[in-house]
């Protein structure tokens, strides 16, 4: 029964009408691809693709990422270079570098603010985006970091429980890339959903990319993910998971 002093909630229906089998076809069929055809991926393809990627779960919705789609034949190349002269990149019709960042969280925490998809903007909203960039900033000579690890030091003394924090731009890092690399996963998982491939590359030259793209220091190129449609022998071998029981627990 419903209470009327209840608060009016925001509420979005489930679909219930998911093609599981399908959706496990994608997951299953995703392989890390070394080769690819010559077969250019459609535009709409590929932005529909990176669309998707951006629907990602992600820290606060602080989206601490940026995609970098290498078109340009110049960077392209210095780009397979930086890559190792992997084959996959060498091979691939679209490298895409994904950059985790964490010089941007003021301007996403006011976005957060200045474009809330309700009319109203609830006050709890306003209150969070106010202080969660603390959060995460490290300041200047992570002058940020220090203050707030003595702050959780003493409030754990108090028994108060506390989020997960960036005591020092390490910690920053791993925040934006924690995030990213969801990103990431929703990206070839929507690849493989409109019959394409890729391979994700962490093995890369990070300075060496950073320097093609102009990056900053708060700027972390996570992974170089190669995408095409695979080739007949893009494959190198099967897929194998070692025994689940080593990495699932129930307590
Ligand atoms: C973060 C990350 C970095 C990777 N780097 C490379 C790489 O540089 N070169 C490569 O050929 N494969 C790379 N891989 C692919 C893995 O080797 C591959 O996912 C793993 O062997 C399992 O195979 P599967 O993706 O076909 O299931 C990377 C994967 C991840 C997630």
Same mark, same amino acid.
């Given at each position: 029964?419903?209470?009327s002093?209840?608060?009016?909630?925001?509420?979005?229906? *489930?679909?219930t009408?998911?093609?599981?089998?399908?959706?496990?076809k994608v997951?299953?069929?995703?392989?890390?691809?070394?080769k690819? %055809?010559?077969? %250019?991926?459609?535009?709409?393809? /590929?932005?529909?693709?990176l669309?998707? $990627?951006?629907? =990602?779960?992600?820290?606060?919705?602080?989206?601490p #990422? %940026?995609f970098?789609?290498?078109?340009?034949?110049?960077?392209?190349?210095?780009?397979?270079? =930086?890559?190792?002269?992997?084959?996959? *990149?060498?091979?691939?019709?679209? /490298?895409?570098?994904?950059?985790?960042?964490t010089?941007?969280?003021?301007?996403m925490?006011?976005?957060?603010?200045?474009?809330?998809?309700l009319?109203?903007?609830?006050?709890?909203?306003?209150?969070?985006y %106010?202080?969660?960039?603390?959060n995460?900033?490290t300041?200047?000579?992570?002058s940020?970091g220090?203050?707030?690890?003595?702050?959780?030091g003493?409030?754990?003394?108090?028994d108060?429980?506390?989020?997960?924090?960036?005591?020092?731009t390490?910690?920053a890092?791993? #925040?934006?890339?924690?995030?990213t690399?969801?990103a990431?996963?929703?990206?070839?998982?929507?690849?493989? $959903?409109?019959?394409?491939?890729?391979c994700?590359?962490e093995?890369?030259?990070?300075?060496?990319?950073?320097?093609i793209?102009?990056?900053?220091?708060?700027?972390?190129?996570?992974?170089v993910?190669a995408?095409g449609?695979?080739?007949a022998?893009g494959?190198?071998?099967p897929?194998?998971?070692?025994?689940?029981?080593l990495?699932i627990?129930?307590?």
């Amino acid at each position: 029964m419903s209470n009327s002093s209840e608060k009016k909630r925001y509420f979005e229906a *489930a679909p219930t009408d998911i093609d599981v089998d399908n959706f496990r076809k994608v997951l299953t069929s995703r392989r890390s691809v070394r080769k690819f %055809t010559e077969k %250019t991926i459609p535009a709409d393809v /590929l932005d529909a693709c990176l669309d998707l $990627a951006l629907l =990602a779960p992600n820290s606060s919705n602080l989206q601490p #990422w %940026t995609f970098y789609v290498v078109q340009d034949p110049t960077k392209k190349q210095q780009l397979v270079k =930086a890559c190792l002269g992997q084959l996959a *990149a060498k091979t691939a019709a679209e /490298l895409i570098v994904c950059v985790a960042r964490t010089d941007r969280i003021d301007d996403m925490a006011k976005r957060n603010l200045n474009e809330f998809p309700l009319p109203q903007l609830p006050q709890a909203v306003k209150q969070y985006y %106010t202080f969660i960039p603390y959060n995460y900033k490290t300041g200047i000579f992570n002058s940020l970091g220090h203050v707030r690890k003595l702050a959780f030091g003493v409030a754990r003394k108090f028994d108060k429980q506390l989020p997960v924090s960036a005591f020092n731009t390490s910690d920053a890092k791993l #925040w934006a890339t924690k995030t990213t690399a969801l990103a990431c996963e929703n990206f070839v998982l929507a690849l493989r $959903a409109y019959g394409f491939d890729s391979c994700m590359m962490e093995g890369f030259d990070e300075p060496l990319v950073g320097k093609i793209l102009g990056l900053n220091t708060a700027q972390y190129p996570i992974m170089v993910i190669a995408a095409g449609e695979r080739a007949a022998d893009g494959v190198f071998f099967p897929q194998y998971r070692f025994d689940r029981d080593l990495f699932i627990q129930k307590v």
